[in-house]
């Protein structure tokens, strides 16, 4: 909890409940956060501040000595923070040592981890991706592809997003299971989306765009494509995901600051991830950055490679980062890797039917 002058944590194990008063208060954590943020974002060197937010946030709390695994219950604009990216004592990412994983409230974890399902999912694996945005230039991009834009006129001027269509089939040929869909180029619409039964898949995999909107929450969106025939604009909105009625273990949103959005005070933050727990989601893998369509597909690969040797859902994305930094020779940027977090319920394996 994040307050002046001066912030709390308070920490529960199996056998200890702690309240910890940290030593900074909410501007002081904040700022460091916002610097620290925008050091990641802009691919410039944030030790220290990854150092700095340890020190104060994770250093002076007992119970998490010797713990393999956080659950996180951030606050303000900790929700924007991750954790597994800061860095420890000889300046090494948390990531290495500890399992990290958020919800938006205790009662939330709760409520998923308790919850009986009565409708059991019978199908696997639903995958929407390669997104026709604009295929009459897609040959010429050139640089990073960003999975992310930040105003509604752009949505007409999107560039494609070249790795999402070999993501998409890589995760449903990993998971396997009967009845997968996979709704790719021309198929991939918010009409096609909706047509199927949505409450029957284990596991949904978007691999599109978004537009984040901290001003007009229930107006952020996922991007797919649009059907001019029946003058669909490809946006799936918050507000019609929240009517979804899901049953799945895990709905990853491979696209950019899908876990960014509107704070609500104690309420956490309104964004797309919380969409998809709210229509009855366990587990949702959202953004908290622009994501880089390269490096996305490798962790994604990687992701479900790990899911489908039946780990957990919190460790396969752990394992998934740390596939990436070796991959990639142990110096990649957090950028590249740390935008992507798990929220609801992680301990437990996707069930593949």
Known sequence: MLDEPGSYCLSISHDDVRIRKLDAGRREIEGLTERYLEQV????????????????????????????????????????????????????????????TYVPSASVLDILTRREDN????????????????????????????RGLYDLAGVHDLKNLPGSRQEVLDAGKELGGRGSVLLLGPKATVAALEAEPLGDFRVLHLAVHSIPSAEFPTRAAL?????????????????????????????????????????????????????FLFAGAKSVVASLWESDDEYTEALMQQFYHHLAEHEDKDVALDQAKLDLIREYGGNVPPFYWAGFVLVGEGSSPVTIP
């Open 223 to 275: 991007v797919l494509g649009r059907n001019r025939a029946s003058g669909q604009d490809g946006l799936l909105q918050e507000w019609q995901i929240i009517e979804f009625s899901l049953h799945a273990d895990l709905v990853t949103l491979s696209a950019c600051d899908t876990g960014v959005g509107k704070l609500e005070g104690e309420e956490g933050v309104t964004d797309l991830g919380d969409a």
């Open 119 to 146: 409708h059991l999912a019978k199908r696997a694996f639903l995958g929407v991706g390669d997104v026709p945005y604009d295929a009459s230039n897609s040959g010429s991009i050139t640089g990073r592809i960003l």
């Open 41 to 100: 974002r802009a691919l410039k060197p944030a030790s220290d501040l990854a150092r700095k937010l340890y020190s104060i946030l994770v250093a002076p709390i007992p119970t998490l000595f010797g713990k393999k695994h956080y659950v996180i219950v951030p606050d303000g604009k900790l929700y924007f923070l991750p954790f597994d990216a800061l860095e420890g004592a000889g300046g090494q990412y948390l990531v290495k040592s500890v399992i990290v």
